[in-house]
């Protein structure tokens, strides 16, 4: 049986993405073939910089035989982009190389019905501009599924779901909403269902520390407490609200599969402080499984062949089945 491809999009041309994909297939077998979108100039100079020696066999995108392809070489769909040094500083300069290779990908997987995506690393400040608040919402966006996604840190032992993600604290408070809260129990719990044919134990965190507040009509009163009443009365395994300096503790974390917080460090960062590495970013609610490794650009390390690759080869072995 032919398995469906991987795409791929690099994403920001100036981080440590292709090294990590350099790693990724030096010591892994992928049995879906893996489709990778970039600058096949950038990927050369990296790759002999870096001391890699891969074939490479360019495909045109308009005539792509899928069943044909395996991974004896990168296959790679080339996206022009001129640079001077392939290890540069973030800048606005890679922002239409990034976007042609979104446009690309994203029809691709449209015309052929594929549902397995990962994308590397963007540069917030630059690609995105505050039009969106991350790749999940600019991916909401241009999949038409606004406010209808999900960010989900996924490791088989724990995921947390920030239920607002790179917001100002400043304005965390006022995009928490009950349906907010419904919507997304309710896409981690399909997802659960569909993936592993289980219903996801769920804790979910107030936002005031201690679930407390010296105000009346706080957001836990108002809001959490009130979403996790409604979510029980539809039979959601669900549990809370948790203060967020204890619901990590050992002993109530083993109760649980998945954390629901307020805010993306809230989550985030024990998340980090507990799996490093070994968690991958899935967007859940899209047309197709979209996936990105859990890092950023991480430009201090370019060129220095010393990241970890670690989630980008949990994220392709989720989608390598």
Do not use: W
């Not at 998340?271 to 967007?283: E, H, P, R, S």
């Not at 989630?311 to 089945?321: C, M, Q, R």
């Amino acid at each position: 049986m032919n398995r469906k491809p991987i795409i791929i999009v690099a994403g920001e041309p100036n981080s440590v993405f292709l090294e990590i994909f350099f790693k990724s297939i030096k010591t892994h077998n992928f049995k879906s073939p893996l489709i990778i979108v970039a600058s096949e100039k950038l990927l050369q100079q990296q790759m002999k910089k870096l001391g890699y020696t891969f074939k490479i066999n360019t495909i045109n995108k308009n005539i792509i035989q899928f069943n044909k392809l395996d991974n004896k070489q990168i296959n790679l769909i080339d996206i022009e982009y001129k640079f001077n040094n392939c290890f540069e500083k973030i800048s606005s300069k890679s922002n239409n190389y990034i976007k042609r290779s979104f446009d690309i990908a994203l029809n691709i997987i449209h015309q052929n019905n594929f549902s397995k995506f990962i994308n590397g690393p963007i540069s917030k400040k630059y690609f995105l501009k505050g039009k969106t608040l991350g790749i999940t919402e600019y991916l909401a966006t241009r999949t038409k599924k606004n406010n209808e996604v999900a960010m989900l840190i996924f490791n088989k032992n724990l995921s947390v779901c920030p239920l607002t993600t790179h917001l100002p604290l400043k304005n965390v408070h006022k995009k928490i909403t009950k349906k907010k809260i419904y919507s997304q129990v309710a896409l981690i719990t399909n997802f659960y269902k569909k993936e592993f044919n289980k219903k996801p134990k769920i804790a979910i965190t107030g936002l005031n520390p201690h679930c407390e507040s010296n105000f009346q009509n706080s957001e836990e009163t108002k809001i959490i407490i009130p979403a996790i009443k409604k979510l029980k009365s539809k039979n959601h395994n669900v549990n809370g609200p948790f203060p967020a300096d204890t619901i990590f503790t050992k002993s109530l974390l083993k109760n649980y599969d998945v954390i629901i917080g307020m805010y993306h460090d809230q989550v985030l960062t024990p998340m980090k402080a507990l799996y490093n590495f070994d968690a991958i970013n899935i967007t859940l609610g899209l047309p197709f499984t979209r996936i990105s490794p859990d890092h950023g650009p991480n430009t201090s390390m370019l060129g220095k062949n010393l990241s970890d690759p670690k989630s980008l080869i949990e994220a392709l072995k989720f989608l390598d089945k």
